[in-house]
């Protein structure tokens, strides 16, 4: 799918700010689940934690603070482990 919306920065902490890279990310590997074209950019934290709640209940990865680059790699790293396990 096609995200235009989700705005790329120079690092990783910028392009996930207001949630939508995330929510992006999600929709992507758990398809059919939510309607991504519904999510309001301007609502970071509502955007964090539809995201990191869906990450939590498909994946079963516990929901956190990611304000920093090494928390939300590791985040990332997470989730692309889950995912390719379930592939």
């Not at 074209?37 to 990611?66: C, K, P």
């Amino acid at each position: 799918a096609d995200y235009p919306r989700v705005m790329m920065h120079d690092n990783l902490v910028d392009t996930f700010a207001n949630g939508m890279a995330l929510c992006a990310l999600a929709h992507s590997l758990i398809e059919g689940v939510f309607d991504f074209t519904r999510l309001d950019e301007q609502r970071h934290a509502d955007n964090i934690e539809v995201g990191m709640h869906l990450f939590s209940e498909y994946y079963g990865i516990a929901m956190r603070d990611v304000d920093d680059e090494q928390s939300l790699q590791e985040y990332i790293s997470e989730i692309k482990s889950v995912s390719d396990n379930q592939a």
